[in-house]
């Protein structure tokens, strides 16, 4: 199931930096994971890299030619398919994350065949699973959770698993949304599996392993989401997690997309996900708050932060604005 | 995506009344709902119905085949697709509870259109789902919850269904598994949508209604059960229950399939699913307790039975024992 890197970063036309928020994540998180990138006339976002065809691209050892980006609706147009029939031709897998998939269209699957590669639809991908065991399994397991979506459990597992592993520490991000999947080369995007094995899924995501080894699990959704808490539930229940960071966003007045709903408080969200967590491993505990500052001062927010580290005794970071040393010096030192 | 009733029931060959346990909920529950049933040489079970050939059961009504049976593995043998295939020429709509679909045969899909009937797979079977909105919405709701999986949340709704209907409430089961979806001939098996989607198949399988409809819902798994409690959580949340009536089986000693999982305390059960209730309707309670006491005497069921009225200050019955009045009489008493 693991997505052969190194990639070519395609970037098609777009000209707004969030639409290749994907290309931008694997590209800052996994700088050695591509050899360049390709955009077409009219793009005005870059990432850096070398601008290279497909062919250039196999050449410098590329393996796997990425659509990551968006476009309005999902579906992949005429003139990008034509170029995705070029890099298939040139030998390189194909990944995308768009809604439409590759494999429904039966030109490139035979095209795929033909070549001898494989074309990877990551917002689809999944491998056959099983429901959820609840049984323990070795290793250590940190899965980020949230006070709602979109408040960074991404961002918030690389840059601990960065900072793990600056401390020597045997760290390993885990994915459960498409961008990590892309990022990481491996995972399931856990909202697209059927309802009956999202803790099946969160099994498969975080395998049994060494006992110092640590996952840092991508968390999806919030407990208190009225859309989405089934999957963050099923994710808590499987990530079987020894340690939580609660992730947050200062100052967000209501819950994503549903104006009526207040965004819980940060006391409750906590309660409520080692509640729930204590189902499969009862020793589970809070490492640290992660959150995102970004609408208040300098000041302000590390007055924030502070009053969160002294009410819950763990470290509180902003992890774009300060980092998140604090977190991985704590998991450190607090293991068993 | 109603599936048209009267049914003729297909009983195959089975002889374990358990592998025809979807046949007897449909004729136990929707006495109306069939014009007949259909045995194989062999078979052992009946429904004490008409023994009706395709034909016979159209002439006398029938619009739908149901293959309301369990086999091993949950394939369709050959002799059964020449019956189904025959009940198409006839006519007749066919509907299956098994896990390999009618819509996987292409003769039967081409069969189905020349006679222009419907080829219903209740476990795959669902409309184009949106995520959950979490927006109130009129009409009375009950779901019953559970401690574990398989402790009579099905049968307790189509009980209190029954009920309440005797006391000129206007009362509505309504279906999330496929055994239920058969009998009401409508419904979303709730474990097998794409699980971004559960708190909306929740809200789709019961809309918007009167002020005084009530709507009794079907409730799966348990917040409890490390399996499946994604599931169970959002469609508590899509549900946005008035009433709450918790499932139980006296004395069973772990969660099922998991000799790991000591079952949970029912306290610790009614509360948890009291609070995340709570999230999509603030003014959720507790209607009553229904326990499956089969194991134990009429004297010590009585007793427990008292013990759990008496800690929770509301009914709590064995709705197959000593019938399930006391819930909707306590419902049409509490209703607001």
Redesign the interface.
Known sequence: MQIPQPYLLFLGDVSDPLAAKTARGIHAWRPQASVGQMSLSGCTVSLGLPELTPSEAKQKGAQTFVLGIANAGGYIPEDWKEIVIEAIRCGLNVASGLHQKLTDFPELVELAEQYQVKLFDVRYHQPKLS?????PRSGKRVLTVGTDCAVGKMYTSLALESAMQNLDMNAQFRATGQTGLLIAGEGIP???????????AAEWVSPENDAHHWDIIEGQGS??H??????????L??SQPDWLVMCHEMGRPH?RH?P??PLVEINDCVY?NL??AR??NPNVKLAGISVNTSGYSEEEAKEYLANLSEEFQVPAVDSVRFGIDSIAVFLKENAA
């Open positions: 429901v959820g065991s609840g049984l856990i909202d697209a599996v059927v309802s009956d094995f999202i803790s099946g407990l208190f009225p859309s989405y808490a089934g999957v963050s539930l099923g994710l229940h499987g819950t549903l009526h709903h409520l509640y729930n189902l499969t």
